[in-house]
């Protein structure tokens, strides 16, 4: 999309009234549940969808929901914000490493939950570093989302060449300490991961506005998917990981995101306050 | 008459921020909102610079923070800045626009509609356009634009382009005269009431 095209969806203007009854639709056709999302950041989705597709009224957003012409997955691919990448914040994975990885190192085999994990890079992103500090052999990463289409681009481990220089450059700033290169081949225009670094992983859907826990895990990596939940649904969900981690396990979110003022506030201990890592707290009830 | 005040630029604004944060009172009653393009990854003392020199309290916004009065918010590095009907800021990582994230033109909009006459708008030295097109919807709403006078500027793209689209823009100002002027925007209206 073009600039142009791009301001555009801060143009078309959905009203309340409509946002909740495409809401409503897709619920009740697709079973697929937006309402916990936060208001503004799903109105500029769908004006996206609307003008990707060349939509100018809500009638015919509703038209294509109804008639079936916008299959349920382009929904989800355009609804739910995809954009992700490979060791994004520098600091974060600096403090996973110091925090974290000595924990994980306590386990003869150790589970980690990626929940919202999108098209992967995160996963690879933690796969490589575990890898450098001997503890990929121990783990499972278990790669969740709401979206399948991104889930077969995570399985694959394919991405784009272009984004690798910028890749590289947080790596080596993560305290890399081969060439990135080494962690991927690169053909054409894409690199395909080594399948060393997806060997270990679990992909599968889940979507968190309804679905309960399935597994209890180590560590729970949950960033950047909160900022689009409402506070009902960001209370839920965090109850949902608190469930879902082991005694003194540590749940990892994104820059900022936060549990305070939220249900879990003293369930977990903040373990680095800055870089929003948590550790849950023993409870003796 | 509590206000809504936008400022946003992009390189060559730091230093301006830097000079009109001081002076802003508590009396003034008003919410302010910064966003400007920043790099991510460094962990950013941005907000501690902010708070050092600013009498108000200074927020670096979190998911779903409140907007208070007589605070000081800062937009997080890499998310767009949204504002809800409960007076909510939303954070929103989807698509650069014009390789930036925070655009400007995204907050500037959302806030505009939510707004309206209450939001004063100022946009600062930039290198690029970011902020031109959301000060035409500011106007629009019945919002007051400043921009910083292009002579003075670092850069002055970004006021510039502004000007362009926007020709009827009252508000072309040097530093020291901003502050001044929003506190007269603020007075003027409470006449009119």
């Not at chain 1, 597709?53 to 995809?82: A, C, H, M, Q, R």
């Not at chain 1, 936060?258 to 249900?263: A, E, M, R, Y």
């Not at chain 2, 393009?37 to 927020?59: G, M, P, Q, W």
């Not at chain 2, 998911?63 to 918010?73: A, F, I, P, R, S």
Request: net charge positive; aromatic share 10%.
């Amino acid at each position: 999309m073009t600039n142009n095209t791009l301001h555009r969806i801060e143009n078309v203007f959905l009203s309340n009234e409509d946002l909740s009854s495409a809401i409503d639709l897709i619920k009740s056709l697709h079973d697929v549940d937006f309402s916990g999302y936060g208001k503004e950041s799903l109105r500029r989705r769908f004006n996206r969808l609307m003008i990707i597709n060349n939509w100018s009224t809500y009638y015919e957003l509703k038209f294509s929901i109804t008639n079936g012409k916008l299959p349920v997955t382009d929904i989800l691919s355009e609804i739910t914000v995809n954009m992700t990448s490979m060791f994004r914040d520098v600091n974060f994975y600096k403090a996973a490493k110091t925090s974290l990885f000595p924990y994980l190192e306590t386990f003869p085999s150790f589970k980690i939950w990626h929940a919202g994990c999108s098209t992967g890079e995160e996963m690879y992103s933690f796969s490589i570093l575990m890898e450098e500090a001997g503890l990929l052999k121990k783990s499972t990463q278990y790669g969740t989302d709401l979206n399948q289409e991104a889930l077969k681009v995570a399985k694959k481990g394919v991405y784009q060449l272009k984004e690798m220089a910028s890749y590289a450059k947080n790596y080596m700033e993560c305290g890399g300490v081969k060439p990135f290169s080494d962690y991927y081949v690169a053909k054409y225009n894409a690199v395909k991961m080594l399948s060393l670094l997806s060997k270990r992983m679990v992909f599968s859907q889940h979507n968190l506005v309804n679905n309960s826990s399935f597994n209890e895990f180590e560590c729970v990596v949950c960033r950047n998917v909160l900022i689009y939940f409402n506070k009902e649904l960001k209370n839920r969900v965090l109850k949902l990981f608190y469930d879902s981690i082991c005694p003194r396990g540590f749940l990892l979110l994104g820059g900022a995101e936060s549990i305070k003022g939220t249900v879990v506030e003293n369930l977990f201990e903040v373990i680095d306050g800055n870089n929003k890592i948590y550790r849950k707290k023993i409870s003796y009830e | 008459m509590n206000k809504v005040i936008l400022i946003s630029g992009s390189s060559g604004s730091l230093a301006v921020l830097l000079k009109l944060l001081p002076e802003i009172k508590v009396s003034s009653n008003n919410s302010w909102v910064i966003v400007i393009h920043r790099k991510r990854y460094l962990d950013s003392k941005l907000e501690r610079i902010f708070a050092d020199n600013c009498t108000l309290k200074v927020s670096e916004v979190m998911h779903l923070d409140k907007m208070e009065l007589n605070t000081v918010y800062l937009a997080p590095a890499d998310y767009h800045l949204l504002i809800n009907e409960k007076n909510e800021f939303e954070l929103d990582f989807s698509e650069k626009i014009m390789f930036s994230r925070p655009s400007i033109d995204v907050s500037a909009i959302t806030f505009a509609e939510k707004f309206k006459d209450k939001l004063i708008f100022v946009l600062l030295s930039g290198g690029n356009s970011d902020g031109a097109y959301g000060a035409k919807r500011v106007l629009e709403k019945g919002g007051e634009v400043i921009v910083q006078s292009p002579n003075e500027a670092k850069l002055a793209i970004m006021p510039n382009e502004a000007l362009k689209l926007n020709p009827e823009i009252k508000y072309i100002l040097p530093i020291e005269k901003i502050n001044n002027t929003i506190k007269k925007i603020n007075n003027t209206i409470k006449k009119t009431l």
